[in-house]
């Protein structure tokens, strides 16, 4: 089954950390950028961070950098993203895309560029 799971949100106080996983299944993430996106109510999606298929680069939005950690366990197919330094303005949905039809290029932080995506797992930070 092709799907894509997001865990590890939730309520976190300001300057806090979480860590968001997103299990694929049914794809090889070696051949796909993947990346985490989130949508904050009101607001545009946004791409946070990404990692291509051919050389593991890393990219990241302007916002997160320094904050936010993406990385990926190919053996278990799994992409994870570390948040330090929660802030309110985080607060949103995030969830993981894959482009699977390669129409990204870098930083592949496009959310139109992605074809499959997980439900999402709500990060609220709140004091």
């Known amino acids: 089954q092709k799907q894509l799971v997001e865990s590890g949100g939730g309520l976190v106080q300001p300057g806090g950390s979480l860590r968001l996983s997103c299990v694929v299944s049914g794809f090889n993430l070696d051949y796909y950028p993947i990346g985490w996106f989130r949508q904050a109510p009101g607001k545009e999606r946004e791409g946070l961070s990404s990692?291509?298929?051919?050389?593991?680069?890393?990219y990241y939005t302007d916002s997160v950098k320094g904050r936010f950690t993406i990385s990926r366990d190919n053996a278990k197919n799994i992409v994870y993203l570390q948040m330090n330094g929660l802030q309110p303005e985080d607060t949103a949905v995030y969830y993981c895309a894959l482009d699977i039809n390669n129409r990204s290029s870098p930083p592949h932080l496009d959310p139109d560029e992605y074809d499959y995506r997980g439900q999402g797992t709500q990060v609220t930070v709140s004091s």
């Open positions: 990692i291509d298929s051919h050389e593991d680069r890393t």
